[in-house]
């Protein structure tokens, strides 16, 4: 797992998530609107998938 993306999902949620679609940076953009932890949960989430789908 990469460290930089791991901190840039602490940090800046939307941003560590713009290798997937559109859709997925919007929804991660909006629940870090919505509050910061579930957009850091979200990316940390989809960061693990994209892991998971490599293995």
């Known amino acids: ?5 791991l901190v ?9 998530v713009t290798n ?3 859709g997925t940076v919007m929804l991660t953009g ?4 919505l509050g910061w932890l579930p957009g850091v949960a979200f990316a940390l989430f989809m960061i693990n998938q ?4 490599k293995a």
């Open 30 to 33: 909006l629940l870090t609107l």
């Open 8 to 16: 840039l999902a602490v940090i800046l949620p939307p941003a560590s």
């Open 1 to 5: 797992m990469d460290i930089r993306r």
């Open 50 to 53: 994209e892991r998971l789908a």
């Open 20 to 22: 997937k679609e559109v």
